[in-house]
């Protein structure tokens, strides 16, 4: 099924960062946001101008975008949400160019089911730790990020 942007962003939203509240799910969504309007590195390139999907689906980046991991089913994926009213709203407030002000330019977002954040993520050191926010850890890009 081809989803709208909306629809796709309020499933990754639900997804991605359900339990951790508006300001857990707006920051999930800015950061997706950010690589959609990035000017320079790899997300650029990705999203051709402002392409969430392509963002979305590029492989490897979200567990939610993928019906398998690993060879196993993954049943935590964005084809068996059911986003409410307010996923929406996030979904609508991201679309609208709104930003969490405390994510800034981040990139890149994981859960490291441990109380602390690496320093660096990706490996590549292409990404460095800019805040926790719930249980998910931002990371704002590296000067290396501009050559991805």
Not at 27 to 38: G, L
Not at 74 to 89: A, F, L, R, V
Not at 105 to 110: A, R, V
Request: charged residues 20%; negative net charge; hydrophobic residues 30%.
């Amino acid at each position: 099924m081809a989803y709208s942007e909306r629809e796709l962003l309020a499933r990754i939203v639900q997804c991605e960062a359900g339990g951790e509240g508006d300001n857990g799910m707006k920051a999930v969504a800015t950061s997706i946001m950010n690589r959609v309007n990035a000017t320079e590195g790899e997300y650029s390139r990705i999203s051709q101008g402002g392409n969430l999907r392509n963002i979305i689906f590029q492989e490897e980046q979200y567990d939610c975008a993928r019906e398998t991991i690993r060879g196993q089913y993954n049943s935590q994926n964005i084809y068996n949400m059911n986003p409410t009213d307010e996923h929406y709203y996030i979904a609508d407030w991201a679309l609208s160019g709104n930003r969490l002000n405390e994510i800034g330019d981040c990139l890149w977002y994981l859960n490291p089911f441990r109380p602390t954040c690496s320093s660096y993520f990706p490996s590549n050191g292409s990404g460095i730790i800019h805040t926790r926010l719930g249980e998910h850890c931002f990371y704002r890009p590296t000067e290396k990020y501009a050559q991805t």
